[in-house]
């Protein structure tokens, strides 16, 4: 007899998958009502959860403003994405608008994976809300409109699945108007953001292969790629991840009805809590090289970054940003070796108060980008109020400095203890963390993407880096021992140490004048000077043996009190791109980028901002230059600024995709292939031999 032919792996995964159509196309028919839903917008129909309809803000004639659909299953329930997966069902709105308004595409966060019997769906659990653009013809009359979507999608649980329905309505202020929904911005922050760059796809007979560009620098957890066409992959098969270079390869098995698509878009999550990018992508090359990414790579990736973030805090103490901090280091240095112990002491408590501090801001970064809020690495100086207060910090420093005043945290002559070395440490992290250098541009920026725990240890590492210098000279004595003995050079180098700290309050000043105009910064030195009266008068005090700190207060309560009613009062916003250049640059926004890369013109964009010194190194020793200036010219090159100096969300979003947490950041869009990230300490032939290639 002979044996039965047996069937190959290809038609028994063909059987397979037609086995789990039917299963779907089942059920389906049986939770979704019929085609009488279309006709007529029913009663609604929520009785597994709710949802809304909300407007962001008044809008203006001839512009776009956002709604959010807004849902909330109940607990054990869950959604769908556009892209349901193996089964459930997207969501299907139909509006009813004014004559002339219109609807864009509907905007997602970033799904989760859901895996019940080997099917796949790709589900949001919780509350989440969607995004549709809304935009109001030019000439509508200002008023209140109604804008109106029947809502038909699914909500299941892990047995069960009931249709939802409801006709949702809000009504749209059309004018100017500034308040805006409270809520939207934590909705807005978990919406994926767009790639600037378009992804390319290859089909093969077994796979879909995709090369996104992402940045090198950027550190991934656990990606899973989600695609919006349906049909196209297999989506509960394992998915391959290449790193090659900026561009990260990912192969995803066919599935479906295995036919081809021309354009492909999707969503690609990055392991973190609503962390996620979107993605569009048109056939091309796709690299077939690349170091294979797994989960038994993460420790040692998470390893490297600890690493960069330890070389990036010690590289630090050399960046141009970290130069009035100097003069504090240099004291704790020059006192650092009374007694073994005592150094000791003095270094593990100057330590604690780096770290921490490195600590509490990242930390305080992390729970505002949870909230919602687009900033990113040295967001303190992008506040007004925080200028003031270093301003007022800075003054202070430098009159003890100069010996108007006697205070023991910053005193030479006498040990302030590790309280004082405590405070100092503090004080010298919260002020040198504002620029970002080699090394450290790479760890905080995976920092924004990694889980709060790791993210919090890179912050640490940083911490530790920046105060490594002070804790090997408390605890090698050695190092300790070719220090300078103590003596009367201490108080000359004090006096010289105040010319570096008198030059940041004049930029502090300067940076006030550019985020809250002349009249604020005028307000700010008045304060300043109330304030310097004060410590002459309290340091006569000190010098005289007199209780000094009540007379402080009684001269600098007025001024205080001035400045409180005065500073508000006379704060003026900022804009961006204020500063003057040579090169004319174009102000940088998504629009402006994408037409200046369809233009076939080489594109150099800088992102600066006025507080970072280091930016402002890097424009005058190679950016603001004649020669770099005619070379520019000479092959065409379309400039474009990013001025950070101001929260701007737009900018945020794109330093995140970059893999950067802060600026500066220079970038570089040669007319044909990808763009070239440059470092961070720039010179004129840099820029010059770019241009002549380009």
Known sequence: MAAAPRSSPTMRASLMDLFRYLLVAVALSLALPNAAWAQGNPPDMMDRGSARLVAERAIAPGASGDLALVFLPNEGWHGYWRNPGDAGQGMVLEWQLPAGWSVGETQYPVPQTYVIQGIMNHIFEGEHAVLVPLAVPDGTAPGAYRVTVFARWLTCSESLCVPQQATLSTAISVGEGVEVHPRFDSWRAAIAPLLDRKASLQFTAEALRLSIPLPAAMEIASPHVFIAQEQLVDYNAPQRFYRDGDA?????????????????????????????????????????????????????????????????????????????????????LARAGESAAGARREALAYSAGVVLACLALGGLLLALRAGGEQIGWAFQLQEPGVVVALLVLAVLITANFAGLFELPSLSVTRTGGPGSSFATGLLAAFVATPCTGPFMAAALGAALLLPTAQALLLFAALGLGLALPFLLLGFVPALRNRLPRPGPWMDRFRKAMAIPMGLTALALIWLATRLGGQGFALVALVMTVGLVIALMVTGRLQRAGKLAWPAFGLIAAPFALFGAFALPASFTPATAGQAESIHSPINYSEAALAEARASGQPVFLWFTADWCLTCKVNEGVAIERDEVRDAFEAAGVVTMRGDWTVRDEAITRFLTEQGAAGVPLYLWYPVNGPPQQLPQLLTPDMLVELAEAG
Request: charged letters at 15%.
């Open 248 to 332: 990260l390869i990912v192969e995803i098995p066919r599935g479906g009805l295995r036919h081809e698509a021309q354009a492909v878009s999707g969503i690609i999550a990055l392991g973190g809590a609503r962390d996620g990018l979107r993605f569009e992508a048109e056939p091309g090359e796709v690299s077939t090289g690349g170091e294979a990414l797994d989960g038994t790579e993460q420790p040692t990736s998470l390893a490297w970054l600890i690493l960069a973030a330890l070389a990036g805090g010690l590289i630090l103490n050399l960046m141009p940003c970290v130069f009035p901090i100097l003069s504090l280091k240099a004291m704790t």
